[in-house]
C-alpha cells in the first residue's frame, strides 16, 4: 500500500505548527524548576510534539492511500445434473464421479481457484452429493448464473460436463461470455428407435360450449414406411384419434386436433402415441395438457388521456392473463359517447384525471359505474381532482414538480405474496417519475410499494390499493413503467416482475367480495409432481379479522379414485398445511371448520402434472457441445480425456488479476492517533508526577 499526505491548507502552515509546538513548549519549560537540563528538554520535546501535532490536525490534511489487490484466476466446474445423464447407468455414473474427483485433485495446487456448480448453480463440496436427478436442462441459465455471481472476478475459464440436452430456457448459444468454456460431452449419441411427443401445444384457456385446438409433434426415428395412432384422452375415455404414417427414418410429424370444451374448471388431457416395437422407450410417448374451461372473460376498459409507452406497456401485462380482455381508447381521440357505453369489468386510467379539464366529464361518467378502478399518476394528472375521485391515496403536489423514484417493497404487505426474486427485480430497476409532495394514504389503504429516493426508503406509497370502499381502487403513483419492462428483458431477457406485480394487483381489486369466515386454498393452480402441494388457510371472525388458532379437517379427491382426508391445526405464525407425493391428476378438495360454532366450508380444485422433459430426448448431442465451446474459443472433450484437460489447464498461463483502489480520507480519523496523542500527555504528566512536579 501507498500512501501520501494532501494538504488542504497552504503549505507554510506546517512549519508554523512546529513553531507553536516549540513556542508553547519553551514557554512552560523555561521558567526555573529542579529538574535536571536533561529531563527539562525531554520533557519539552514531548510537549512540543503533543502540541504541534494537535495544531497539524486543525488544518486538517486528507491521506490518500493506494493499495493493489490480487486475485487468482478462477475456475469454475459445471455440472449437469439432469436425469438423462442417468442413461449412462449406475456403473458408469460411479466410474464418471471417480474420474471427477481424480480430476479436481489433479489441479490441486494449481495457480487457480476451483468451484464446482450444478445446473441450479448450487456450490458442489463433495462429488459423492451428487444427484442425478434435476427433471429439466436449463443450460443458459447456468451460464448466466455464473456470470453474474463472478462478475468482476478473474473468472477465465468454464468447464461444463454435459450430455447437451437442453429442453428448457434459452440456449447459450445466444450469448457470448468473458470466459473461455471447455466442454466434457458424456452419454450416448447413437440414435435409437423411438417415437417421441416433442411438443404439445393448446390454449391454457377455453371457453364452456366453444372448441379448441390441440397441437401434437411427433418425431419418428428408424421406423420408415410405419404408422401408428396419436390418441387424446379425457378421464381415460378416447376423445379423438388420428393415425400417422412415417415415411423416413428420422421423420416430423405435426398432428392437429379439436377438442369440445365440456365441463368448467381445470381439465387435464392427455395425448398419448400407441408404442411401436423395438422402441427405445415408451415413457416419452404421452404427455398432459391442462386446459382451464371457463364461462366468460373478464372486459378491462384501458382510458388514457393520449398515446403513451405505458398504455402499451400495460396492455401487453394485462393481455398475459387470458382472463382479461382488453380494449384501449383515449379521451382525445376516441367519441366520449362511445367510451361511456363501453361495456367493462375494470377500468385502468392512465393519467386520467387530466389537466385537461375538458376530458374529465368523461372520467367521471365512467367512474359513476363503480367498477375497480386502477390509476396510474403521471405529468398530465390532475391532482386536485385525482384526490376527490378515489379513497386510496391524497396527493398534495406543486405544479411542475416531480421527483425520480425506485420501488422498495412495504415489508408488512401480506394480501398477495410477491417472491423476492421478482422484488430483488423490481427494486433494482431505473426510477419512475411521481409527483414532489405530501402523500397522505386513507384509510383502509395498503400500501404495496414505497418511493426510494436514493439510498432512502420514504413513506410515500409508490403503489397502493384500498379494497375496503365501495370501489375496490388501486393507484400507481408514477409513469414510465415500460421502461421497467426493457430494463428488465435487457437484464434476465424476460419481462416478468412488474408484470406479476401489476397483475396480481388488478386482481385482488377485481376479486368479488367474499363473506365466507373459512377460506382454504392452494398457493398455486398447478404444481409439478415434485412439489409439495401448499394450501394457505384464513379463518375470520364477524368483524373479518384473522383469529387463531383452528382445526380444519381437508377432504381430498382425484382421479384413479384417490380420495384421503387430513386433519390440521391453523396457528398465528403457521397458516399453511402442505402435502408430498400427490400422483398426477387434477384435485377436487373441500375445507371444514367449526368457526364460532358454526360449521363453515371452502372448496376449489388444483392440478398436479407429471413433467419430466428429461425422457423426450434421450440422444447426447455432441454438436451442440463442439458449438458452444468453439464460440468462446474453448475445446471440446470427451469423459475419457479429463486427464488431456487437467494436463492442458495445467500447461496454461493465467494472469492474475490486479485491482488498485484509492482511499482519501482525513488524517484524523485515523485511528491510532488519539491513543498517540494521549500516550504523549500521559508520559509527560507522569514523568513529571514522579519527580514532584505539578
Same mark, same amino acid.
Given at each position: 500500500m501507498k500512501s501520501e499526505l494532501i494538504y488542504t491548507q497552504p503549505i507554510w502552515l506546517i512549519?508554523?505548527?512546529?513553531?507553536?509546538?516549540?513556542?508553547?513548549?519553551w514557554l512552560f519549560y523555561s521558567g526555573e524548576n529542579n529538574r535536571s537540563k536533561r529531563v527539562n528538554r525531554i520533557l519539552a520535546a514531548i510537549r512540543a510534539i503533543l502540541v504541534a501535532l494537535i495544531c497539524f490536525l486543525l488544518i486538517n490534511p486528507l491521506l490518500r492511500s493506494n493499495s493493489t489487490k490480487t486475485i487468482k484466476p478462477l475456475m469454475v466446474l459445471g455440472i449437469d445434473n439432469s436425469s438423462s445423464i442417468r442413461n449412462l447407468g449406475q456403473s458408469a455414473l460411479d466410474e464418471l464421479k471417480n474420474q471427477l474427483s481424480e480430476f479436481r485433485e489433479s489441479l490441486d495446487g494449481s495457480d487457480f481457484d476451483l468451484e464446482i456448480r450444478n445446473l441450479d448453480g448450487e456450490k458442489l463440496g463433495n462429488l459423492d452429493s451428487l444427484r442425478f436427478d434435476r427433471k429439466k436442462s436449463d443450460l443458459g441459465s447456468f451460464f448466466r448464473k455464473v456470470n453474474e455471481e463472478f462478475e468482476g472476478q478473474n473468472l477465465r475459464k468454464v468447464v461444463f460436463l454435459s450430455d447437451g440436452i437442453a429442453n428448457s430456457g434459452l440456449s447459450p448459444l445466444n450469448k457470448t461470455y468473458p470466459f473461455e468454456i471447455d466442454v466434457v460431452g458424456v452419454g450416448d449419441t447413437t440414435i435409437k428407435k423411438d417415437l417421441i411427443l416433442k411438443g404439445l401445444t393448446a390454449n391454457k384457456l377455453a371457453y364452456l360450449g366453444n372448441s379448441f385446438p390441440v397441437e401434437a409433434e411427433i418425431s419418428a426415428r428408424l421406423y420408415a414406411g410405419q404408422s401408428t395412432v396419436v390418441l387424446i384422452k379425457h378421464e381415460n375415455e378416447v376423445l379423438a384419434r388420428q393415425n400417422v404414417a412415417f415415411s423416413g427414418n428420422d421423420d416430423f410429424k405435426v398432428i392437429q386436433f379439436t377438442i369440445p370444451a365440456q365441463n368448467i374448471g381445470k381439465q387435464r388431457f392427455q395425448v398419448e402415441i400407441l408404442p411401436l416395437s423395438g422402441e427405445y422407450s415408451t415413457r416419452n410417448n404421452q404427455r398432459d395438457i391442462i386446459v382451464d374451461i371457463v364461462d366468460g372473460k373478464e372486459k378491462i376498459l384501458l382510458l388514457s388521456q393520449s398515446p403513451h409507452p405505458d398504455v402499451k406497456a400495460l396492455r401487453a401485462i394485462m393481455e398475459k392473463n387470458e382472463l382479461f380482455e382488453v380494449k384501449v381508447k383515449s379521451v382525445a381521440f376516441d367519441d366520449a359517447s362511445e367510451i361511456i357505453s363501453t361495456d367493462f369489468d375494470i377500468l385502468v386510467l392512465h393519467q386520467l384525471p387530466a389537466l385537461n379539464n375538458d376530458y374529465n366529464a368523461v372520467v367521471s361518467r365512467v367512474l359513476a359505474k363503480m367498477k375497480p378502478t386502477f390509476f396510474i399518476i403521471g405529468n398530465q394528472s390532475n391532482l386536485s381532482v385525482f384526490n376527490g375521485m378515489q379513497e386510496v391515496l391524497s396527493v398534495s403536489s406543486q405544479s411542475n414538480k416531480s421527483d425520480k423514484?425506485?420501488?422498495?417493497?412495504?415489508?408488512?404487505?401480506?394480501?398477495?405474496?410477491?417472491?423476492?426474486?421478482?422484488? %430483488?427485480?423490481?427494486?433494482?430497476?431505473?426510477? #419512475? =417519475?411521481?409527483?414532489f409532495g405530501e402523500y397522505r394514504k386513507f384509510p383502509g389503504s395498503d400500501v404495496i410499494i414505497l418511493q426510494k429516493v436514493g439510498n432512502l426508503t420514504t413513506e410515500r406509497p409508490l403503489l397502493a390499493l384500498n379494497t375496503n370502499v365501495n370501489r375496490k381502487s388501486a393507484v400507481l403513483a408514477g409513469e414510465g413503467i415500460w421502461q421497467w419492462r426493457m430494463e428488465e428483458f435487457f437484464m434476465n431477457d424476460e419481462q416478468v416482475a412488474i408484470d406479476?406485480?401489476? #397483475?396480481?394487483?388488478?386482481? #385482488?381489486? %377485481?376479486?368479488?367480495?367474499?363473506?365466507?369466515?373459512?377460506?382454504?386454498?392452494?398457493?398455486?393452480?398447478?404444481?409439478?409432481?415434485?412439489? %409439495?402441494?401448499?394450501?394457505? =388457510?384464513?379463518?375470520?371472525?364477524?368483524?373479518?379479522?384473522?383469529?387463531?388458532?383452528?382445526s380444519v379437517t381437508l377432504q381430498l379427491s382425484g382421479s384413479s379414485d384417490y380420495q384421503k382426508t387430513f386433519n390440521y391445526e391453523v396457528a398465528e405464525n403457521n397458516s399453511t398445511f402442505e402435502i408430498s407425493d400427490l400422483p398426477a391428476g387434477v384435485y377436487s378438495y373441500n375445507a371444514q371448520a367449526v368457526v364460532l360454532g358454526k360449521n363453515e366450508s371452502s372448496?376449489?380444485?388444483?392440478?398436479?402434472?407429471?413433467?419430466?422433459?428429461?425422457?423426450?430426448? =434421450? =440422444?447426447?448431442?455432441?454438436?451442440?457441445?463442439?458449438?458452444?465451446?468453439?464460440?468462446?474459443n474453448g475445446q471440446f472433450y470427451t469423459s475419457n480425456e479429463l486427464d488431456l484437460l487437467a494436463e492442458n489447464i495445467g500447461n496454461e498461463s493465467l494472469s492474475v488479476k490486479l485491482i488498485s483502489t484509492e482511499d482519501l480520507r482525513e488524517i484524523i480519523n485515523l485511528r491510532w492517533l488519539l491513543p498517540l496523542l494521549i500516550l504523549l500527555a500521559a508520559i509527560e504528566w507522569a514523568y513529571r508526577k514522579y519527580l514532584g512536579g505539578y
Open positions: 512549519p508554523l505548527c512546529i513553531a507553536v509546538g516549540i513556542a508553547y513548549a423514484v425506485t420501488a422498495s417493497f412495504n415489508a408488512g404487505f401480506n394480501r398477495y405474496q410477491i417472491e423476492n426474486d421478482i422484488q %430483488s427485480v423490481v427494486s433494482s430497476l431505473p426510477p #419512475l =417519475t411521481t409527483p406479476d406485480v401489476i #397483475l396480481k394487483t388488478l386482481q #385482488l381489486i %377485481s376479486v368479488k367480495e367474499d363473506k365466507e369466515k373459512l377460506r382454504v386454498y392452494p398457493t398455486q393452480d398447478v404444481f409439478d409432481i415434485d412439489e %409439495s402441494t401448499v394450501f394457505q =388457510t384464513e379463518i375470520y371472525n364477524d368483524l373479518f379479522e384473522k383469529i387463531y388458532p383452528g372448496s376449489g380444485q388444483f392440478v398436479v402434472r407429471d413433467v419430466d422433459l428429461e425422457f423426450l430426448n =434421450t =440422444t447426447a448431442d455432441f454438436d451442440f457441445l463442439r458449438t458452444l465451446a468453439a464460440n468462446s
